[in-house]
């Protein structure tokens, strides 16, 4: 039998909330998250666009985009701790400041060498924004429904993340003007914290295993998180690459991207809401399992849309499941400071699959030509699929929240 963490926050955040004041502070953390989204969605694309046009390399670009995942894998372990001595409100602010001063930053400072610090401090502070309204979100939402509040939190996400580039279609990107409303958007997101004000969980306790420790002790959970990572970048840098190779038009190569995107927004409350009726982990179980079936289906529909689309659409709303399925089993073992180490723990090894995941998938691509791709993609999601099948094995199914058994 597993050991369950019983350390609890202030109740005033937990348990004795009113179900108006629950919705209130999940309504909050997710407007915040929100704004963040069209924020970051915008800045991807942004910077790699601006950095083409003052003459770098794609080795520049490529290393530059790399201090995301380096900055989480650096400042996330940091940020449990942090918050044992600086309240969640005062923390979310100073990291929207952060980020938005970061953004304005590379208007200030127009040098490609200069921004490689200047991505590696906002995108920290972004990162502390995510992990913290996920430990937010996972510590206020009661058991019945933690995978559906889960499911809803990454639907907004993905949703928001998804109109920061329609964004700059808008705008263009050239001049100041992105760089203003994206930083303008990073301030946005300070304003739906007011809602939450008096309800936010305060982290005063020690977690009871080390930064470390935790990637061991829910193996299954922060496991899920580096294959997602892996396969989510190595999707949406080397997808469209792929579908040429593979015999697709421009057209349709310009497409996967959006289909995938769209299942990913429209699954993820579906499966969390399975997830709060039956075994968490048979549902990741499941999620790994078609991780693993559809990329082996694109080498036959690469050529065919009408047979593509249907692929990709399911294919990117179940695997994107890994994220949030894994969430919501870190929120019902842990509690209080063992989910802020747990949550941490859990975005590292997501922020390491998406460093590993890009070239992992280039490699494969350039030694299997053309299908190099969906054999990558199927090979982290088949890690996932037999570690989740193991755990399940070795510690136990786990039952449905009472109250929401089918």
């Not at 348990?15 to 407007?31: K, Q, Y």
């Not at 990073?186 to 309800?199: F, S």
């Not at 922020?351 to 190099?372: E, K, N, R, V």
Request: net charge neutral; with cysteine.
């Amino acid at each position: 039998m597993e050991h369950t963490t019983t350390t609890i926050i202030d109740p005033s955040a937990a348990e004795s909330l009113t179900d108006a004041e629950r919705r209130r502070s999940i309504a909050a953390a997710l407007g915040c998250i929100a704004a963040v989204g069209v924020g970051l969605g915008a800045t991807l694309p942004l910077l790699a666009l601006r950095m083409e046009s003052m003459g770098a390399s794609a080795t520049l670009i490529g290393l530059n985009t790399a201090m995301v995942g380096l900055s989480h894998i650096l400042f996330t372990p940091l940020v449990p701790r942090i918050l044992r001595h600086m309240p969640m409100m005062a923390f979310l602010i100073t990291c929207a400041m952060v980020a938005s001063l970061g953004t304005l930053a590379y208007v200030a400072l127009p040098d490609v060498y200069f921004w490689f610090p200047i991505r590696f401090v906002t995108a920290s502070a972004l990162a502390g924004l995510f992990i913290v309204s996920e430990i937010w979100i996972n510590q206020v939402t009661l058991e019945k429904s933690r995978g559906r509040v889960m499911g809803l939190y990454a639907t907004i996400f993905s949703g928001s993340f998804a109109l920061g580039p329609v964004m700059l279609l808008a705008i263009g990107t050239d001049g100041t003007l992105p760089f203003l409303l994206t930083a303008t958007m990073m301030l946005v997101a300070i304003l739906p914290l007011q809602l939450g004000k008096g309800l936010m969980p305060h982290l005063t306790e020690k977690p009871s295993h080390s930064f470390a420790a935790f990637i061991l002790v829910a193996p299954a959970a922060t496991f899920a998180a580096l294959a997602y990572g892996a396969i989510e970048t190595q999707v949406f840098n080397l997808l469209p690459i792929y579908s040429l190779r593979s015999g697709a038009t421009a057209d349709v190569a310009a497409l996967v991207l959006t289909v995938f995107a769209a299942g990913n927004v429209a699954l993820q409350v579906p499966i969390g809401y399975l997830a709060d009726r039956i075994d968490r982990r048979l549902v990741l179980a499941g999620c790994a399992a078609i991780g693993v079936a559809g990329p082996l289906l694109l080498p036959a529909t690469a050529g065919q849309p009408w047979l593509l689309y249907p692929v990709l659409f399911a294919y990117g709303g179940v695997v994107v499941g890994l994220y949030t399925v894994g969430l919501a089993l870190l929120g019902q073992r842990f509690s209080g400071a063992d989910l802020a180490g747990a949550n941490a723990a859990f975005v590292v090894m997501y922020s390491l699959g998406s460093l590993l995941g890009p070239a992992a998938g280039g490699i494969a691509m350039d030694t299997f030509q053309p299908h190099g791709l969906p054999m990558s993609l199927a090979l982290v999601a088949s890690f996932g699929l037999i570690l989740t099948l193991w755990r399940r094995s070795s510690a136990g199914p786990i039952d449905p929240p009472e109250g929401d058994r089918p």
